[in-house]
DNA sequence: GATTCAAATTGTATTAAACACAATAACAAA
DNA sequence: TTTGTTATTGTGTTTAATACAATTTGAATC
């Protein structure tokens, strides 16, 4: 009567994207551990097994508070991973039991994701973990699943940007240039822009407002500044 | 060092929609429950919890085939469902306890949805379990977070279906008039179409062939039928 | 069998958006 | 002052979306 009640564990993942203007990032921190006596690093994303009671969002927006700082942090639940082979790795296998205290048999992850300035402060460093940003494109082997996860969390972007590109605002920082703007929709939608026809769509819009402030320092014609209204832009919707 | 392995238990539960020509169903199996010494009846979502060692999709499809006979439908998961509470109910506490022959805790299930023709056959009774398809804006409360879950899940089919509306002959007969089509069109979005403008347009999709039957028995000019040719439409996507 | 009804189907015009691409402006470095 | 590079502006073409009038037709009614 026991067959069905595997012991499984719940933990939460949470993938937080930022933009530095060319690419991608994604935040991870630094994880060590021991395998074959020796000592090894890399890198996951920020997660941990859910508490006692604990809603899941709750739990996404605790262990993202704990391991990297950030607070507010809107996080939206994109994906379950449970294969029972996404914990069978020695190295995270011993990892777990050593920072479980405890054997852990199969573990379920929700997914969560995030986008955030890059620009937010983070901590370098506390209570023994570590946050950095790493390119998307450029990620070594992680932890786990989570190559796999942070692969889908990018897709989940392209998905939910297609239906609502305001949502890239919050991957942009206070201040952009149309450029940079469109190089996000470059490399979130996999294609080539018109920077013409691209800066005539944006800078009609009335919640992309006009700085005084322009470019400095570079070999060329100085772009204009542009902030995102986000009153003007719920104004214009309905 | 047990604070955090708290004892979960993991399920799936699968949200089948189908269209009637006029309006969306999902399919629901009986639920039957003794609660103050009384026998109850009410309805659920087809889904059980899974399986030692099974992948989830693998455990949604089998509760699927297992509850309903269906088999071969493509199944997407679509949310996780974890609140503390949604396994509150003395009603469902008390039928976990008598179905799964043990003490079961906070219960976390994975979300699936499909898309299939409701004509379909599925099981009208076995293993004591009955499949009925029930409109989705008549459903009674239903069992745990059900009615939640269902509206979830039309809640995705809407933003599935803005980005790809071929999605929708899945729930299509496979010959059906251009009306019927444009039916499950307003009520997936909630919207209301030029009849016209909607047949020019679809008409117009190599996809879409004509067949030589009509509609009988209207008190009107007789509409075509037509059915969706999926090579066709493959051939047209890059 | 002629007439009527309601929806299917066809026609036509307007409007808005997407897209291609040439031309001009401006900043920093040489 | 000239050059290189990108920002910004201009213009025309193409495509899609939308509105709405007009015509067709199967079945029911007179």
Chains 1, 2 share one sequence.
Not at 56 to 77: I, M, S, Y
Not at 103 to 127: C, F, N, P, W
Not at 186 to 210: C, H, S, T
Request: aromatic content about 8%; overall charge neutral; charged content about 25%.
């Amino acid at each position: 009567m026991e067959t069905e009640s595997a012991k499984i564990h719940l933990s939460v993942d949470c993938t937080v994207l930022g933009f530095d203007g060319e690419r991608l990032e994604v935040l991870l921190i630094r994880r060590t551990g021991v395998e074959g006596g020796e000592e090894f690093h890399d890198m996951k994303l920020p997660g941990s097994v859910i508490v006692d009671g604990e809603e899941l969002d709750d739990a996404a927006r605790r262990v993202l508070t704990e391991l990297t700082g950030l607070k507010n942090v809107p996080l939206t639940q994109f994906h379950a991973f449970g294969s029972p082979d996404r914990t069978k790795d020695p190295r995270d296998i011993h990892w777990l039991e050593a920072t479980q205290q405890m054997h852990v048999g199969r573990t379920v992850t929700i997914g969560y994701m995030a986008l955030v300035k890059i620009g937010r402060s983070i901590m370098g460093d506390m209570e023994g973990t570590e946050a950095l940003w790493v390119p998307v494109d450029k990620l070594p082997p992680l932890a786990f699943d989570h190559n796999q996860i942070i692969a889908e969390a990018v897709k989940m972007l392209r998905t939910l940007a297609s239906m609502d590109p305001s949502m890239l605002y919050a991957l942009m920082p206070r201040k952009f240039t149309v450029t940079q703007l469109r190089n996000l929709y470059e490399v979130v939608f996999g294609v080539r822009l018109d920077p013409a026809n691209f800066y005539k769509k944006m800078v009609q819009m009335p919640y992309i407002v006009p700085l005084e402030e322009r470019e400095k320092g570079v070999a060329h014609r100085a772009a204009r500044y542009y902030r995102f209204d986000k009153n003007t832009y719920n104004k214009t919707r309905i």
